[in-house]
């Protein structure tokens, strides 16, 4: 939600801040912008729209839009879009800069509300990622010492109070450290002055930071895939920390200014994660990435003995008396992670014969909630960012609950305030719209059930031993089923001009098809819905015509006769059908329009595989609409405010 960098060296600044946001652009996309300090001061460009529309601004030439372009023809544009980028170099000039992709939350998207923003003078200018709560009350404030404000954003009113403070001593740092101790909400800032052509200032409270350690260079970043390229060694800034980059070196303190001492820490990433492989988009990259991320993920976790998993381990934690004797599982978290949620709820309860509750962070966080002492406290986020699922956590840890959380971001605030982390290792998602992230949750969240019931005694030696067999096969199935992938590319062409979609299943697949509609609707922004089968003609049925298609996921055998009549009856009423399903036996052949078959597997395994199909169908109608998937409208990857 929102990306900022910086960067203080010898090089040109201006290239390097705009290759940076356009590896964070998947933060944020409705307006960017930078500023430079150059010989004369500083520069100042921002643009409406994608990054694109800022190069363009910068150089005055267009950069070619590559939709619709064969695969040579879209290389050779992202060549042109390189070389155009690179010469930015030579319309804004300077060594130290910040730069910001934007998703709005005070005021629309536009070039005046794009960040930087500056002081009256344009003698600082600040980058902004968060929300300052007390805004209205701070601008109140200077507007009744004078200032003009340009903009309708709250962060406007850091670049004024940073030169209150400033114009008081003249010392950019003091300035800096006071204007924080105003602040309410949440910031992650960048700051440059022209008094100071020698440093970046960066500071951090509960929006995620990271200073770059380079060679003679030094950047911020809101996430590691922007600085990559350049270092691998990283600082996280904790809560409230202020660092001083400079080309030599950086400085760490604490909010009160009190320097800290920490080494970086080593980013163990491939490069090639963050970029597309000559794949069209990343989502399409990463819903192939999920076979191998499912092996990384589950790997680590099965002891094998003379190749045959024999246990669940995770080096991470023991298998203690409170997984024996808990009384509750509770499992808190937002959007597709919660969908995960969902599916380990069943998961949980199947195998572990334990009750689970599952809550959307958001309510949670409001909600004055009951902890037990034997609950198991799980958070699950991809970015390990999420301010609801961060602000659960800490509640949960005030309630004296354990925390353990999911994450795949090693780092994240999640990471560094939850008890115990499990890692999904699913390697870094670029693409807004979830999924890898997903079915490696899923996989830690089955490792965990099927464990825990091992522990409790409720499920039988060679039903545990079967279960660890059929999930090792599980990436291989996942494998089979992105190689469908043409027959599911051809459903979309024919389907995507529907105008609803309903996802129904019952049991594990009720639980799915909740992730199912939301892939769908995040990305082709097609209209879908998701209901247990059982409650379609409870009312949802009233909605069905022939505008519709209706998308059965079908895992449990004893229900196929059961979602057969689901079928039957929204075919009845004019409805398009599908059905997923990993039966051969033709359950679904006189009633289904068509059926996309998955590998055979262990039923209550399924749901790992069974998303997939679905994926690949969101992706799918939104290319066939002419959308960009890996940054669908309104959306930012890392929801950082509330
Ligand atoms: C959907 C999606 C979002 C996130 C949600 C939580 O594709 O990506 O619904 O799942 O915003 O994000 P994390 O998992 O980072 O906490």
Redesign the pocket.
Known sequence: MCGIVGYVGEKNATPILINALKKLEYRGYDSAGIAVLGNDGIIVRKAKGAIKYLVEKITGEVVKDSKNLSKEECEKAEAEYERQIEKTADFVKGNIGIGHTRWATHGEPSDINAHPHTNVSGTIAVVHNGIIENYAKIKNWLQSQGVVFKSQTDTEVVAHLINYYYEQKKDIFYAVLQALKKLEGSYALGVVCKDFPDRVIAARKDCPLIVGVGNGENFIASDVPAILEYTREVHYLEQKEVAVLYADHVDLFNEDGEKIIRKPSHVEWDLSAAKKDGYAHFMLKEIHEQPKALTDTLRPRLVIENNVPVDIKFDEFDFDENWKNAGRIVIT?????SYAGMVGRYAFEKFARIPVVVDAASEFRYRNPILKKDDIFIV???????AD?LEALRIAKKCGAKVIAITNTVGSSVSREADRIIYTWAGPEIA???TK?YTTQLMCLYLLAIKMGEVRGTIAKDDYLRLLKQLEEIPEKAKRIVENQPVIQKFASEQFNKAKIFYIGRLFDSASSMECA??LK?VSYMHSEAFAAGELKHGPIALVDNSTLVVALATEPALYEKIASNILEVKARGAATLVITQDCSGAFKNCADTTIQIPECENDLASIISVIPAQLFAYYCAVQKGLNPDMPRNLA???TVE
């Open positions: 978290a937002c959007g597709t992670a699950i986020s991809q970015s390990g960012e999420t699922t807004v719209a979830s992230a939301l892939k995040e990857k890392s929801v």
